[in-house]
């Protein structure tokens, strides 16, 4: 990473932050988790224990973008569950689905935060987090507990330079 | 009444199909774009069609500039329910022909008050 | 924790005394849960016990923010619809006749809470009265000012502009400011917001051509109502409409009001 680019990464990542994204996750849970149980954000950073499940969407443009849903596997069918609003078995691809239902709204709402801001991409499943492009940082990052198992919401985002 | 919901998310299409449905609503459901216009030929037509905006295949917007060219769908009331939350997105999809915009994500009162405004809530009888 | 009879009995009493709300037996569980966030917040080990503190030492600041936390703030756009299309379709054009003079309305909010019924009317004027050069002062009003501040910035989350917002309004008259969405300037500068209790004088006001009333009525005893209805009548100008929501009436509360049908929609305009 070049210092010029460093520069212009700072400037981006400021348009998102640390409670912006907070507000989008809790408008996310008021609509459709609430009923189940609030999420509870914690003070301290806290990683995710593997095996994990991560959806993450890309948001293209003149400063390129990931928002990625870190998620304790066995968390992610409750979550599947809860979206759906179904007690029975799901299978991996409505879970895998609603979780990239979850990251593409919190995509969105993060893409309307920057400006002049590309397309958004289709959501992507992975049982590891993808790697950031090399220029981009951490914008935003938020770890919250849910029904005891871990959730982290990460927004990376790339300078003009990209 | 039948209502179109198209969503790439199933998860998305059972939330709204499902409102939908507690408010009498008859539904079918479409993946994408090219699967809704394919529903809409095979007829009869709905009131109603929700459309999410990024979906693989054939997008919101294309669907809707595609739909609007037709005569015969006229009659369709288009909402957008999508997580695009831009102003200028919205400008865009209103100037295609869609009639409201519902930003994801959305709590099902206010998806009724926005049925409410296309003048399609059904009179649920308590 | 559950809350103690004594504390919940003080509690309805204050909030009595202060805005009129008639908390009954069987509210407890609402009077806890909204006092929850005021009592973690003063350190308390529980909502009885921070209700003790302020019992036993009155203190009026923590009383304020009580009553402030036991009213319902619930609102949208337009909300209920009928009532705003009835407002433009019959009563601006009446307006328009009667007050061809002036050209001027002046419209109360007389429960605004967090500024969409106002903000909703200096929107719906826009087309008509304000199009032509009409003069409009929306006073809008409520006790708490909690929601009063909210109303003054105009600036709405995501789910407050999605519930009952038509979309080309939206784009028409808000601009993103990030996360949010503000209300332009020229509808905020419409509006006029004052802290006002409907138990205490309207003298101060002036007098109106139409009263929003609504969704407030309902949280008062009977005598409460027929005070309040009487002296709106007073603000009101002799040919002027009242609003109210959809659950409450004059019937039987003060007969000194004819009732008008517009659609579906009851308006209410002083008798004689
Ligand atoms: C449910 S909201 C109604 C808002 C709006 N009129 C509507 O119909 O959507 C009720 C409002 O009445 C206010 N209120 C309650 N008691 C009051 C009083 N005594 N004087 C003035 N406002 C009061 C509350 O603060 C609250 O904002």
């Not at chain 1, 990464?9 to 348009?15: A, F, L």
Request: hydrophobic letters at 45%; proline letters at 5%; charged letters at 20%.
């Amino acid at each position: 990473m070049t210092q010029d680019t460093g520069l212009e990464v700072q400037e981006v990542v400021d348009y998102v932050e640390d409670e912006a994204l907070a507000q989008i996750v809790d408008q996310m849970w008021q609509s459709y988790f609430g009923h189940v149980e609030p999420l509870l954000p914690a003070l301290e950073p806290h990683e995710v224990p593997a095996p994990v499940l991560c959806a993450s969407v890309g948001i293209s443009g003149a400063r390129p973008g990931l928002v990625t849903v870190l998620v304790e596997k066995g968390a992610a069918a409750s979550l599947a569950a809860a979206l759906l609003q179904e007690d029975g078995e799901l299978t991996d691809e409505d879970v895998y689905d609603a979780l990239g239902e979850i990251a593409n709204i919190i995509g969105g709402n993060i893409k309307a935060l920057v400006p002049d801001a590309g397309a958004l991409g289709l959501p992507a499943i992975a049982e590891a987090p993808p790697l950031p492009r090399s220029n981009s940082r951490c914008a935003a990052r938020m770890d919250a507990n849910w029904q005891g198992h871990w959730v982290t919401f990460i927004v990376w985002l790339s300078g003009t330079g990209a | 009444m039948k209502a179109l919901v198209v969503d790439d998310s199933r998860a998305m299409r059972k939330i709204i199909a499902g409102a939908l449905r507690k408010l009498g609503y008859e539904t079918v459901e479409a993946a994408d774009g090219a699967e809704a216009l394919k529903v809409l030929q095979e007829g009869p037509l709905p009131e109603l069609a929700t459309v999410d905006w990024n979906m693989p295949v054939m997008d919101g917007l294309t669907f809707v500039t595609q739909v609007r060219a037709i005569r015969e769908y006229r009659s369709l009331s288009i909402m957008m329910v999508t997580t695009e939350a831009e102003h200028g997105q919205i400008v865009r999809a209103l100037a295609a022909g869609a009639h409201e915009y519902l930003i994801k994500p959305f709590t099902v009162e206010a998806l009724e008050e926005k049925l409410a405004l296309l003048g399609l809530l059904p009179e649920v009888t308590a | 924790m559950a809350l103690t009879p004594t504390a919940f009995e003080w509690v309805c009493a204050l909030v009595r005394k202060e805005s009129a709300i008639v908390l009954e037996k069987g509210k407890e569980y609402l009077v806890e849960s909204r006092l929850v966030p005021l009592a973690r917040a003063a350190g308390a080990a529980d909502v009885s016990a921070y209700v003790d503190g302020v019992r036993l030492r009155p203190d009026r600041r923590t009383q304020v923010a009580i009553v402030e936390a036991l009213t319902t703030n619930e609102t949208s756009w337009f909300r209920d619809g009928a009532p705003f299309q009835a407002f433009a379709t019959t009563v601006v054009p009446a307006l328009k006749q009667s007050r061809a003079t002036t050209r001027s309305v002046r419209i109360w909010s007389a429960a605004s809470s967090t500024g969409q019924e106002p903000y909703s009317l200096a929107i719906g004027l826009q087309d008509s009265l304000i199009a032509e050069g009409w003069r409009a002062e929306i006073v809008a009003t409520d006790l708490s000012t909690e929601v009063l501040e909210k109303a003054k910035a105009g600036t709405y989350s995501q789910l407050e502009v999605n519930r009952g917002l038509p979309a080309p309004l939206l784009v028409r008259h808000f601009t993103r400011a990030g996360m949010n969405w503000q209300v332009n300037a020229n509808i905020r500068q419409m509006v006029r917001f004052q802290q006002l209790n409907l138990t205490g004088s309207y003298a101060a006001l002036g007098q109106f051509d139409v009263v929003f009333l609504r969704n407030v009525l309902i949280y008062f005893d009977l005598a409460t109502k027929r005070d309040i209805l009487g002296r709106v009548r007073r603000a009101l100008k002799p040919d002027g409409y009242l609003f109210l929501g959809g659950a409450e009436t004059t019937l039987g509360v003060d007969d000194n009001w004819e009732r008008q049908l517009i659609g579906r929609v009851s308006v209410h305009r002083p008798k004689n």
